[in-house]
Protein backbone atom coordinates (compact mmCIF):
# COMPACT_ATOMS: atom_id res chain seq x y z
CA UNK A 1 0.00 0.00 0.00
CA UNK A 2 3.13 2.33 0.90
CA UNK A 3 4.44 1.63 -2.13
CA UNK A 4 1.30 2.35 -4.37
CA UNK A 5 0.90 5.53 -2.23
CA UNK A 6 4.69 6.55 -3.36
CA UNK A 7 4.17 5.95 -7.22
CA UNK A 8 1.01 7.68 -7.22
CA UNK A 9 2.66 11.01 -4.82
CA UNK A 10 5.37 10.84 -7.68
CA UNK A 11 2.95 11.00 -10.86
CA UNK A 12 1.32 13.52 -9.24
CA UNK A 13 4.72 15.30 -8.09
CA UNK A 14 5.69 15.04 -12.03
CA UNK A 15 2.07 16.53 -13.69
CA UNK A 16 2.11 19.30 -11.32
CA UNK A 17 5.82 19.85 -12.57
CA UNK A 18 4.81 19.20 -16.12
CA UNK A 19 1.95 21.90 -15.49
CA UNK A 20 3.49 24.64 -14.34
CA UNK A 21 5.86 24.37 -17.34
CA UNK A 22 3.16 24.66 -19.12
CA UNK A 23 1.99 27.68 -17.90
CA UNK A 24 5.42 29.09 -18.70
CA UNK A 25 5.94 27.94 -22.10
CA UNK A 26 3.87 25.76 -24.00
CA UNK A 27 5.24 24.74 -27.16
CA UNK A 28 2.20 22.83 -28.21
CA UNK A 29 0.19 26.09 -27.32
CA UNK A 30 -2.68 26.75 -29.70
CA UNK A 31 -5.23 29.42 -30.47
CA UNK A 32 -7.86 27.55 -29.30
CA UNK A 33 -8.15 26.50 -25.53
CA UNK A 34 -10.88 23.99 -24.30
CA UNK A 35 -13.43 25.71 -26.81
CA UNK A 36 -12.03 29.28 -25.97
CA UNK A 37 -10.80 31.52 -28.40
CA UNK A 38 -7.19 33.08 -27.37
CA UNK A 39 -5.85 35.87 -29.80
CA UNK A 40 -2.72 35.94 -30.53
CA UNK A 41 -2.25 39.44 -29.62
CA UNK A 42 0.96 41.60 -30.73
CA UNK A 43 2.15 38.17 -32.54
CA UNK A 44 4.60 37.98 -35.36
CA UNK A 45 4.88 35.04 -38.00
CA UNK A 46 7.63 34.65 -40.21
CA UNK A 47 7.44 31.54 -42.79
CA UNK A 48 10.36 30.27 -45.07
CA UNK A 49 7.75 28.32 -47.55
CA UNK A 50 9.02 25.80 -49.76
CA UNK A 51 8.57 27.23 -53.70
CA UNK A 52 4.96 26.87 -54.01
CA UNK A 53 3.68 28.33 -57.36
CA UNK A 54 1.48 31.07 -56.34
CA UNK A 55 2.84 31.99 -53.01
CA UNK A 56 6.07 34.13 -51.46
CA UNK A 57 8.48 32.36 -50.32
CA UNK A 58 9.14 34.35 -47.16
CA UNK A 59 5.96 35.29 -45.53
CA UNK A 60 5.36 37.98 -42.78
CA UNK A 61 2.35 37.69 -40.85
CA UNK A 62 1.52 40.47 -37.87
CA UNK A 63 -1.34 40.28 -35.76
CA UNK A 64 -1.97 43.66 -33.60
CA UNK A 65 -3.05 44.36 -29.95
CA UNK A 66 -6.32 42.95 -31.24
CA UNK A 67 -4.91 39.82 -32.11
CA UNK A 68 -6.33 40.33 -35.92
CA UNK A 69 -4.74 41.42 -39.31
CA UNK A 70 -5.34 44.73 -40.08
CA UNK A 71 -4.63 48.18 -38.87
CA UNK A 72 -4.88 49.38 -35.05
CA UNK A 73 -8.28 51.26 -34.06
CA UNK A 74 -7.16 54.86 -33.12
CA UNK A 75 -10.99 56.25 -32.52
CA UNK A 76 -11.75 58.11 -35.92
CA UNK A 77 -13.18 55.36 -37.84
CA UNK A 78 -16.38 56.28 -38.82
CA UNK A 79 -17.10 52.81 -40.62
CA UNK A 80 -15.99 49.51 -38.90
CA UNK A 81 -15.71 46.38 -40.38
CA UNK A 82 -14.54 42.52 -39.59
CA UNK A 83 -14.15 39.85 -41.85
CA UNK A 84 -14.56 37.08 -39.57
CA UNK A 85 -14.44 32.72 -40.80
CA UNK A 86 -11.64 30.15 -40.97
CA UNK A 87 -8.39 29.49 -42.32
CA UNK A 88 -9.87 30.64 -45.77
CA UNK A 89 -10.54 33.85 -44.43
CA UNK A 90 -7.25 34.44 -42.16
CA UNK A 91 -5.03 33.88 -45.26
CA UNK A 92 -2.16 32.43 -42.94
CA UNK A 93 0.82 31.93 -45.81
CA UNK A 94 -0.21 35.09 -47.66
CA UNK A 95 1.84 38.28 -46.39
CA UNK A 96 0.46 40.84 -44.66
CA UNK A 97 -1.58 42.72 -47.08
CA UNK A 98 -2.05 40.01 -49.35
CA UNK A 99 -5.21 38.64 -47.76
CA UNK A 100 -8.44 39.16 -49.16
CA UNK A 101 -10.00 40.70 -46.46
CA UNK A 102 -7.12 43.54 -46.25
CA UNK A 103 -6.69 44.03 -49.87
CA UNK A 104 -11.05 44.43 -49.30
CA UNK A 105 -10.38 46.82 -46.94
CA UNK A 106 -7.65 48.71 -48.90
CA UNK A 107 -9.93 49.28 -51.99
CA UNK A 108 -12.78 50.51 -49.24
CA UNK A 109 -10.45 52.94 -48.10
CA UNK A 110 -10.00 54.71 -51.93
CA UNK A 111 -13.69 55.46 -51.07
CA UNK A 112 -14.19 55.54 -47.55
CA UNK A 113 -10.31 57.08 -45.99
CA UNK A 114 -12.40 56.96 -42.71
CA UNK A 115 -13.11 53.12 -42.77
CA UNK A 116 -11.42 50.57 -40.77
CA UNK A 117 -11.15 46.79 -41.50
CA UNK A 118 -9.48 43.68 -39.58
CA UNK A 119 -9.41 40.27 -40.67
CA UNK A 120 -10.43 37.85 -38.08
CA UNK A 121 -10.29 34.84 -39.45
CA UNK A 122 -8.92 31.72 -37.45
CA UNK A 123 -7.09 28.30 -38.96
CA UNK A 124 -9.44 25.74 -38.28
CA UNK A 125 -12.46 28.03 -37.16
CA UNK A 126 -16.38 26.52 -37.53
CA UNK A 127 -19.07 28.20 -37.24
CA UNK A 128 -19.16 27.49 -33.54
CA UNK A 129 -15.96 28.98 -33.19
CA UNK A 130 -16.96 32.10 -34.89
CA UNK A 131 -19.99 32.73 -32.81
CA UNK A 132 -17.55 31.95 -29.62
CA UNK A 133 -15.72 35.00 -31.21
CA UNK A 134 -18.79 37.01 -31.79
CA UNK A 135 -19.90 36.94 -28.53
CA UNK A 136 -16.08 37.59 -26.52
CA UNK A 137 -14.30 39.82 -28.81
CA UNK A 138 -15.67 41.12 -31.66
CA UNK A 139 -19.61 42.49 -30.35
CA UNK A 140 -17.33 44.47 -27.86
CA UNK A 141 -15.35 45.95 -30.73
CA UNK A 142 -18.94 47.66 -31.99
CA UNK A 143 -18.49 47.01 -36.18
CA UNK A 144 -21.02 48.21 -38.77
CA UNK A 145 -20.84 45.33 -40.67
CA UNK A 146 -19.72 41.57 -39.76
CA UNK A 147 -18.68 39.66 -43.36
CA UNK A 148 -18.82 35.85 -42.55
CA UNK A 149 -17.29 33.02 -44.51
CA UNK A 150 -18.12 29.57 -43.33
CA UNK A 151 -19.16 26.46 -43.51
CA UNK A 152 -16.20 24.48 -45.01
CA UNK A 153 -15.39 23.79 -40.96
CA UNK A 154 -18.53 22.51 -40.33
CA UNK A 155 -18.28 19.38 -42.14
CA UNK A 156 -19.42 16.52 -39.73
CA UNK A 157 -19.37 18.93 -36.69
CA UNK A 158 -20.89 17.89 -33.42
CA UNK A 159 -21.56 20.02 -30.65
CA UNK A 160 -18.28 19.67 -28.42
CA UNK A 161 -19.18 19.04 -24.59
CA UNK A 162 -16.99 22.04 -24.17
CA UNK A 163 -18.87 24.75 -25.69
CA UNK A 164 -21.56 25.69 -22.76
CA UNK A 165 -22.45 28.76 -21.08
CA UNK A 166 -23.05 28.39 -17.07
CA UNK A 167 -19.79 25.62 -16.52
CA UNK A 168 -19.30 24.23 -12.95
CA UNK A 169 -16.23 24.60 -10.79
CA UNK A 170 -14.99 21.68 -12.39
CA UNK A 171 -15.40 22.70 -15.74
CA UNK A 172 -13.79 25.83 -14.90
CA UNK A 173 -10.57 24.13 -13.41
CA UNK A 174 -10.80 21.79 -16.22
CA UNK A 175 -10.28 25.19 -18.00
CA UNK A 176 -7.19 26.53 -16.36
CA UNK A 177 -5.31 23.26 -16.67
CA UNK A 178 -2.83 23.28 -19.41
CA UNK A 179 -2.13 19.13 -19.95
CA UNK A 180 -5.72 18.52 -20.98
CA UNK A 181 -6.08 21.17 -23.53
CA UNK A 182 -2.36 20.36 -24.80
CA UNK A 183 -3.30 16.82 -25.13
CA UNK A 184 -6.51 17.70 -27.42
CA UNK A 185 -4.72 19.93 -29.60
CA UNK A 186 -2.03 17.66 -30.01
CA UNK A 187 -5.26 15.50 -31.58
CA UNK A 188 -6.90 18.08 -32.96
CA UNK A 189 -3.35 18.65 -35.19
CA UNK A 190 -3.29 15.06 -36.60
CA UNK A 191 -7.32 14.79 -37.50
CA UNK A 192 -6.36 18.09 -39.31
CA UNK A 193 -3.40 16.98 -40.86
CA UNK A 194 -5.10 13.96 -42.00
CA UNK A 195 -8.17 15.81 -43.54
CA UNK A 196 -5.83 17.95 -45.54
CA UNK A 197 -8.16 21.12 -44.60
CA UNK A 198 -5.78 23.46 -43.06
CA UNK A 199 -2.12 22.52 -43.72
CA UNK A 200 -0.27 23.76 -45.83
CA UNK A 201 0.55 21.44 -48.94
CA UNK A 202 1.36 21.85 -52.91
CA UNK A 203 -1.79 20.39 -54.80
CA UNK A 204 0.31 18.76 -57.72
CA UNK A 205 -2.52 17.58 -60.04
CA UNK A 206 -0.46 15.49 -61.60
CA UNK A 207 0.65 13.45 -58.94
CA UNK A 208 -2.37 13.64 -56.41
CA UNK A 209 -2.96 10.37 -54.89
CA UNK A 210 -6.80 9.48 -56.12
CA UNK A 211 -10.00 7.81 -54.45
CA UNK A 212 -12.50 6.95 -56.34
CA UNK A 213 -16.20 6.25 -55.46
CA UNK A 214 -18.89 4.44 -56.24
CA UNK A 215 -22.05 6.59 -56.60
CA UNK A 216 -23.66 4.05 -53.52
CA UNK A 217 -20.50 5.27 -51.29
CA UNK A 218 -21.34 8.80 -51.91
CA UNK A 219 -24.71 9.02 -51.69
CA UNK A 220 -24.21 7.38 -48.30
CA UNK A 221 -21.64 9.81 -47.17
CA UNK A 222 -24.05 12.71 -48.24
CA UNK A 223 -26.70 11.52 -46.23
CA UNK A 224 -24.64 11.24 -43.26
CA UNK A 225 -23.70 14.69 -43.44
CA UNK A 226 -27.25 15.58 -43.77
CA UNK A 227 -27.71 15.14 -40.07
CA UNK A 228 -25.09 18.15 -39.23
CA UNK A 229 -27.13 20.97 -41.31
CA UNK A 230 -29.62 21.25 -38.94
CA UNK A 231 -26.96 22.54 -36.12
CA UNK A 232 -25.31 24.17 -38.91
CA UNK A 233 -28.60 26.50 -39.88
CA UNK A 234 -29.26 27.51 -35.90
CA UNK A 235 -25.27 28.55 -35.43
CA UNK A 236 -25.90 30.86 -37.77
CA UNK A 237 -29.11 31.97 -36.39
CA UNK A 238 -27.63 32.10 -33.19
CA UNK A 239 -24.97 34.40 -35.19
CA UNK A 240 -27.71 36.55 -37.02
CA UNK A 241 -29.59 37.28 -33.85
CA UNK A 242 -26.88 38.71 -32.18
CA UNK A 243 -26.08 41.10 -34.77
CA UNK A 244 -29.29 42.17 -35.04
CA UNK A 245 -29.28 42.57 -31.39
CA UNK A 246 -26.08 45.04 -31.30
CA UNK A 247 -27.19 46.74 -34.73
CA UNK A 248 -24.31 44.96 -36.83
CA UNK A 249 -25.49 44.06 -40.34
CA UNK A 250 -24.15 40.98 -41.53
CA UNK A 251 -22.91 39.67 -44.90
CA UNK A 252 -22.42 36.41 -45.89
CA UNK A 253 -19.65 34.88 -48.33
CA UNK A 254 -20.66 31.13 -49.87
CA UNK A 255 -17.26 29.09 -49.18
CA UNK A 256 -15.58 28.25 -52.41
CA UNK A 257 -12.91 25.83 -53.26
CA UNK A 258 -11.15 23.64 -56.07
CA UNK A 259 -12.51 20.43 -55.42
CA UNK A 260 -16.00 19.50 -57.61
CA UNK A 261 -16.98 16.94 -60.43
CA UNK A 262 -15.52 19.42 -63.05
CA UNK A 263 -11.79 19.57 -64.63
CA UNK A 264 -9.22 21.97 -63.49
CA UNK A 265 -9.31 25.07 -66.04
CA UNK A 266 -5.44 25.65 -65.81
CA UNK A 267 -4.44 21.84 -66.31
CA UNK A 268 -7.89 20.13 -67.67
CA UNK A 269 -7.13 17.56 -64.88
CA UNK A 270 -10.26 15.82 -63.28
CA UNK A 271 -10.83 17.11 -59.85
CA UNK A 272 -13.71 14.69 -58.68
CA UNK A 273 -11.47 11.50 -58.03
CA UNK A 274 -8.96 13.43 -56.35
CA UNK A 275 -8.06 12.04 -52.60
CA UNK A 276 -9.38 14.83 -50.03
CA UNK A 277 -8.73 12.81 -46.57
CA UNK A 278 -11.55 10.08 -46.28
CA UNK A 279 -13.18 10.92 -49.48
CA UNK A 280 -13.09 12.86 -53.02
CA UNK A 281 -13.10 15.62 -54.23
CA UNK A 282 -16.65 15.01 -56.22
CA UNK A 283 -17.65 14.11 -52.53
CA UNK A 284 -16.24 16.95 -51.03
CA UNK A 285 -18.03 19.35 -53.66
CA UNK A 286 -21.56 18.32 -53.30
CA UNK A 287 -20.86 18.33 -49.44
CA UNK A 288 -19.79 21.67 -49.19
CA UNK A 289 -22.81 22.85 -51.95
CA UNK A 290 -25.34 21.22 -49.21
CA UNK A 291 -23.60 23.66 -46.60
CA UNK A 292 -23.64 26.67 -48.74
CA UNK A 293 -27.19 26.29 -49.62
CA UNK A 294 -28.22 26.26 -46.09
CA UNK A 295 -26.51 29.63 -45.92
CA UNK A 296 -27.87 30.82 -48.58
CA UNK A 297 -31.37 30.06 -47.47
CA UNK A 298 -30.84 30.93 -44.31
CA UNK A 299 -29.74 34.69 -45.78
CA UNK A 300 -32.55 34.75 -48.02
CA UNK A 301 -35.31 34.05 -45.21
CA UNK A 302 -33.35 36.74 -43.07
CA UNK A 303 -32.74 39.50 -46.20
CA UNK A 304 -29.17 39.05 -45.11
CA UNK A 305 -26.94 40.03 -48.36
CA UNK A 306 -24.99 37.03 -49.59
CA UNK A 307 -22.13 36.87 -52.07
CA UNK A 308 -22.25 33.47 -54.10
CA UNK A 309 -18.08 33.62 -53.66
CA UNK A 310 -18.44 29.45 -54.77
CA UNK A 311 -20.54 30.51 -58.00
CA UNK A 312 -17.99 33.24 -59.07
CA UNK A 313 -14.60 32.04 -58.34
CA UNK A 314 -13.20 29.53 -61.22
CA UNK A 315 -12.28 25.99 -60.28
CA UNK A 316 -8.89 27.16 -61.78
CA UNK A 317 -5.62 25.42 -59.72
CA UNK A 318 -3.61 28.84 -59.98
CA UNK A 319 -6.27 30.30 -57.28
CA UNK A 320 -5.99 27.27 -54.76
CA UNK A 321 -2.20 26.01 -53.40
CA UNK A 322 -3.96 23.25 -51.79
CA UNK A 323 -7.57 22.65 -53.12
CA UNK A 324 -8.94 24.83 -50.17
CA UNK A 325 -6.88 27.83 -49.47
CA UNK A 326 -6.07 30.88 -51.79
CA UNK A 327 -2.87 31.56 -53.61
CA UNK A 328 -1.97 35.67 -53.76
CA UNK A 329 -4.20 35.78 -57.37
CA UNK A 330 -6.53 33.54 -55.57
CA UNK A 331 -6.54 35.86 -52.66
CA UNK A 332 -7.04 38.69 -54.85
CA UNK A 333 -9.77 37.37 -56.85
CA UNK A 334 -11.59 37.09 -53.93
CA UNK A 335 -11.28 40.62 -53.08
CA UNK A 336 -12.15 42.07 -56.13
CA UNK A 337 -15.13 39.14 -56.26
CA UNK A 338 -16.73 40.30 -52.93
CA UNK A 339 -16.17 44.59 -53.70
CA UNK A 340 -17.62 44.06 -56.61
CA UNK A 341 -20.67 42.40 -55.15
CA UNK A 342 -20.69 45.10 -52.40
CA UNK A 343 -20.56 48.47 -54.67
CA UNK A 344 -23.09 47.01 -57.43
CA UNK A 345 -25.44 45.10 -55.09
CA UNK A 346 -24.77 48.54 -52.75
CA UNK A 347 -24.88 46.27 -49.53
CA UNK A 348 -22.63 48.78 -47.99
CA UNK A 349 -24.25 52.07 -48.75
CA UNK A 350 -21.75 53.91 -47.40
CA UNK A 351 -19.61 53.18 -49.67
CA UNK A 352 -22.15 52.39 -52.55
CA UNK A 353 -23.22 55.90 -52.44
CA UNK A 354 -20.29 57.77 -51.66
CA UNK A 355 -21.54 59.23 -48.51
CA UNK A 356 -17.87 58.85 -47.19
CA UNK A 357 -16.59 61.92 -45.39
Avoid at 17 to 37: A, D, I, Q
Avoid at 170 to 187: A, G
Wanted: aromatic share 12%; with cysteine; glycine share 6%.
Amino acid sequence: MKRFLKICAFIFLVLACLEFTLHLYNPFSSRVKNGENILPKNTRYAVAMPNYPGLDKEIIHNKNSLGMRGPELDGSEKLKIICMGGSTTECFYLNDGKDWPNLLGSEIKKVFPSSWLNNAGMEGQSSLGNLQMLKKYAVKLKPNYIILMCGLNDMGLEVPSHFVENKSIFKKVYDFLEIPSTIVNIVRAGKAKESGLNQPYLLDLSKAATFPMADSAIYKRLEIEKKYLYAYRARLSEFAKICIENKIKLIFVSQSILFSDENDLYSNAYLGDIKTGDINGKTRGYILKMYNKVTFDFAESMQIPYVNLAARLPKDSRFFYDGCHFTNDGSEITSGIIYDEIISKKLIPEISNGTHP
